[in-house]
């Protein structure tokens, strides 16, 4: 089992420009959820995908926005790129429940110029 | 509010010394809690959880409650301890984890 794997590894982009992460979840994972991690800060929620779905959504704009496939993976999206979108994106993925153990890809580097 | 402090950016010590991560919480109800790690250049893995009361790599954390705390403890550090570590609270839905700032341990020889 390859664990959460995530795509590209680093990227560079410029203001306004928009720009697509993928992940895949751990195998026998259902549900893929989203962290911004800016330098120096702990990870940051995005938001939560299940069953193809928008479970949760964390303190983002619309600009922000994803998408679940029916093989479990995941893409995010980001519109109208800004500087301080520059940051670590990481994928986590679990089994949905409470006190199930969240698992992390090894992110996504995006720098925006 | 959900919430998790982790007062400390940089704890440096010793090997052979004891070691002590701070974490508080704000949380109403009964709260999920993890310790999370980050090695140099590695993914960000899960170190241990309250409810399992396990300790790994030597490492255990204890919930209390009423100081709203989930401190991680080790007897002795060891310098492959050096790391990132993340205190992080799950929220009531499951699955979203708020986190700390996070706490670089430094171990020196």
């Known amino acids: 089992d390859a664990g959460v794997t995530q795509s590209p590894t680093h990227l560079i982009k410029t203001r306004g420009q928009q720009v697509t992460l993928r992940c895949s979840p751990k195998?026998?994972?259902?549900?893929v959820s989203w962290y911004q991690q800016a330098l120096g800060q702990g990870p940051q929620f995005i938001f939560q995908?299940?069953?193809?779905?928008?479970?949760q959504r964390g303190n983002f704009p619309d600009r922000f926005s994803g998408h679940q496939f029916p093989n479990y993976s995941s893409e995010l999206n980001v519109n109208a790129l800004l500087l301080g979108d520059s940051a670590l994106y990481l994928c986590?993925?679990?089994?949905?429940?409470?006190?199930?153990?969240?698992?992390f890809g090894e992110g996504s580097w995006l720098t925006v110029v | 509010a959900q919430r998790v402090t982790q007062p400390e950016k940089l704890l440096s010590v010793f090997k052979g010394a004891p070691v002590e991560l701070k974490c508080n919480y704000s949380y109403s109800g009964s709260p999920e809690l993890f310790w999370y790690v980050q090695y140099s250049r590695q993914r960000l893995q899960l170190l241990l959880r309250?409810?399992s009361r396990e300790s790994i790599k030597g490492f255990t954390a204890d919930l209390n409650k009423g100081e709203t705390s989930f401190h991680l403890k080790k007897p002795f550090a060891q310098e492959e301890d050096s790391a990132m570590y993340y205190c992080?609270?799950?929220?009531?839905?499951?699955?979203?984890?708020?986190f700390g700032q996070g706490t670089e341990l430094s171990v020196k020889p």
């Open positions: 995908y299940y069953e193809e779905e928008e479970r």
């Open positions: 986590a993925s679990s089994r949905l429940g409470r006190g199930n153990t969240i698992y």
């Open positions: 195998s026998g994972h259902d549900t």
């Open positions: 309250h409810i």
């Open positions: 992080a609270l799950e929220d009531n839905q499951g699955g979203k984890l708020i």
